[in-house]
C-alpha cells in the first residue's frame, strides 16, 4: 500500500502518507467518485498520488457496460462568475 509513502509532495512539500480515499475525476461532463482507493495522500494539502496499476483499475471499473454504481448522490454546484 502506498508507493510513494514517505517521499514529499509536489505541491507544497508535505510528507506523503499511504490511506484509503475517495478519488473524484470528471469524464464526459460526469462527475464520479470512486470510494475505496488506496493512495498516498499529503496531509497538509490533500493532494492524492494514485499509481498506474489502481488508475487501470478505475478505468476498467468505470468502462464495464454491466458494472451500475453503488449509488447515486446529488452535488451542489457553484460557478465563480
Known sequence: MGEL????CDICGGVLAAQVTDFEFKRDDQRIVVEGVT???????GEKYISAATMRQIEQLIERTT??????I????YELA
Request: charged residues 20%; aromatic residues 4%; neutral net charge.
Open 5 to 8: 509513502a514517505g517521499e514529499r
Open 39 to 45: 493512495a498516498d495522500v499529503c496531509p497538509q494539502c
Open 67 to 72: 458494472a451500475a454504481p453503488a449509488r447515486y
Open 74 to 77: 446529488n452535488v451542489p454546484v
